[in-house]
């Protein structure tokens, strides 16, 4: 929603600005499809020269997420929590063997199906199931689980982050590509050098409007789309860093309750559950669960 605002006082403004100061709009509109045909086109050039098919797609994705917002809501940290807490509590109570057909085969687990919309993150369900999966094979070290998520976390953040990367690549492109625009302009305008000014002056203007494109996309939209995108991802990877902290906790020799209460801290502030509302959560949950 406030992306959609922003854009709205960013057009609204910037060429209000102009209009009310005398500005001739004909002239921009004029230049405006040809100069967006070779800054976009370049744009969009440079962009699949520089990036892998993944990361062009994701980025798509990627911007529709721009609006959308970061997927994890404040109930999905609560079922995550949940789920780590029944996972974590069978291990402790009914032992390694208890755990075995829910870590082999999630699909059919009375515990995962439980949190369907955790079960649809194939990334968090894996991370889950082969992190248990070391601890039940008497992996005691702590230290070495705790080496081994960090690995798969940072791989995982480091593919998950890179269509913010291309998009930012590209915003720092755009200017440059307005000016290329800018000087065809000025190269058509010098073979014209005999006509009159008022002729020149308009394909001057023209030209000089392939400049204004590439800055005002580059820093009005496509740069501020790539950070957004970039602070969405980085919210949403603490979802996995919760992950991390229950069964790194867990294995440390804490109980259930214990490690889902500092897996909760790990939970952004604008989603975190109270200690109230987690308690409720857990107490909600069926005893044949």
């Known amino acids: 929603m406030f992306q959609i605002i922003g854009i709205v006082l960013l057009f609204g403004l910037v060429f209000g600005s102009y209009i009310m100061s005398g500005g001739n709009m004909g002239v921009i509109l004029h230049a405006a499809p040809h100069e967006m045909m070779a800054i976009g ?5 440079s962009f699949l020269i520089s990036n892998s098919m993944t990361v062009v797609k994701a980025s798509g994705s990627g911007l529709a997420k721009v609006f959308a917002g970061p997927k994890w809501k404040a109930s999905d940290y609560r079922d995550l929590l949940s789920l780590l807490f029944l996972l974590t509590k069978t291990m402790k109570s009914k032992g390694v063997i208890a755990l ?5 085969n999630p699909k059919d687990s009375s515990i995962f199906s439980r ?14 199931c082969d992190t248990l999966r070391m601890m039940t094979m008497n ?27 291309a998009l930012q690549s590209l915003a720092d492109a755009l200017p440059a590509l307005g000016i290329v625009a800018a000087v065809l302009g000025v190269i058509k305008t010098m073979g014209a050098i005999t006509e009159p000014p008022e002729i020149l002056g308009e394909m001057i203007g023209g030209a000089l409007v392939g400049t204004f494109l590439g800055v005002f996309l580059a820093y009005g939209l496509v740069g501020p789309f790539a950070t957004r995108l970039k602070e969405i991802i980085e919210e949403e990877a603490s979802y996995y860093r919760i992950i991390q902290s229950v069964l790194v906790a867990h294995l440390h020799g804490n109980a259930a309750q214990i490690s889902v209460e500092i897996g909760r801290g790990s939970v952004p502030s604008g989603a975190q559950p109270s200690f109230l509302e987690l308690e409720e959560a857990l107490s909600a949950i069926p005893n044949e669960a």
């Open 139 to 165: 992996l005691e070290d702590p230290h070495q689980v705790e080496d081994a998520m960090e690995k798969q976390l940072e791989k995982h953040h480091h593919e998950s982050i890179a269509p913010a990367g």
């Open 41 to 45: 086109g370049a744009g969009v050039a």
């Open 100 to 104: 075995e057909s829910h870590i082999e």
């Open 115 to 128: 949190f369907p919309k955790v079960t649809k993150d194939h990334f968090a369900v894996d991370f889950i």
